[in-house]
């Protein structure tokens, strides 16, 4: 079928929500850990961590000031500090849980039960549990005026991982690990390998 | 093992693209199909699509402006049309290999073997055999001035899908038609479900 703009204009707003967000198709799930200025620990789950170089070494997160992710954005520009983690498999419900809109001074890491740990000097929690941390620190908030989104750009300051996933080229095995993958807002998967390819030539 | 930014910016630098690049997790393997004012069709495969918002239907890709996908970029700027398309597993070494630098009169369609075909009023080209074709207007280019990449923001104008794909609520089932993912520059995955949960509350 063909459903044009006009159509997506006149879908039900939930339905619609579902649709364009599950089309944009798979995406890493990512526990962004911040604290407030009042010393609250805070634990939001984002599907939009974007790759924007490696030297720098920089990544990006989509954030819509209105949701229930503002908490994290306040959090990030009072405190440049921020950190970025993958949780496994066994995990994907309590990630999830992140979601919901607990008070401002609730923990997320105790609401749902992941442990909170910390990579000096960087003051942003951590995910003890998680296969990854990076430690990140805000660079820049670019708006995108066109919906009121903002993307925040961040360098990487520090990443705690396991020696053995990184491979002889650096790969990271994130798949052996049965690292969470999101699609939609409340669709979780695991990868299975297709494989490694060669650097295309014509 | 910890690595900060001092090890980071010493690691040799191919492998510090790999690692920076996986490790920024799983993403939707997209095949972006473009066509030069001049009238020659081109396919490349990006990995950085990002939702921006249901209402309007807002998705974006990040371009290396020095990269290999510089002529979709070119051609972005110049007709405003695109497409975004996702291929299946059988397809995914054809789908690499249009990541290489071919001449700029080269139709990757063509090189790689995939048909190429239109969805009207679209000038841009799709992936016949994809699972979803999206047709994208350019909205706006948004620099990323701190290392000269660029967000490329457009809006949704038509969706081709089996509606077959498409529940109920809106949810778009790409993990049964073994739509790719991938991680880094050269690997390749599909997924296995873990599960869809409720609305989180408190």
Redesign the interface.
């Known amino acids: ?5 006009n159509k ?2 006149q ?1 039900e ?16 799930a ?1 526990l962004v850990g911040t604290k407030s200025t009042e010393g609250h620990s805070n634990l939001a789950i984002f ?14 997160l ?1 954030n ?1 000031p209105d949701s229930v992710q503002r908490d994290t954005l306040q959090n990030i520009i009072s405190t440049k500090a921020y950190t970025i983690n ?1 949780v496994r ?1 066994d995990a ?2 309590k990630a ?8 401002k001074d ?1 923990s997320e890491f105790e ?1 749902v039960g992941f442990e909170e740990a910390y ?1 000096p000097p960087c003051t942003a929690p951590i995910v003890k549990e998680a296969v ?1 941390n ?1 430690a990140m620190q805000l ?2 908030i ?1 708006p ?4 009121g ?1 903002v ?1 925040i ?1 961040g ?9 053995q996933l ?1 491979g002889n ?4 095995s ?2 052996e690990q049965q ?3 999101s ?2 807002l ?17």
Chains 1, 2 share one sequence.
């Open positions: 079928m063909i459903i044009d703009k997506i204009e879908l707003q939930r339905y619609r929500t579902t649709f364009i967000n599950s089309l944009a198709g798979f995406r890493q990512v599907n939009s961590l974007i790759h924007l170089g490696a030297n720098p070494a920089l990544f990006g989509i819509r993958y498999a994907y419900k999830h849980q992140t979601s919901a809109r607990y008070d609730v609401a990579l990854v990076i660079e820049e670019i995108i005026k066109i919906n989104t993307l750009v360098s990487v300051q520090q990443i705690h991982i396991d020696e990184v080229d650096g790969f990271v994130l798949s690292v969470v993958i699609q939609g409340d669709a979780y998967f695991v990868s299975s390998p297709l494989g490694r390819l060669a650097y295309a030539k014509p």
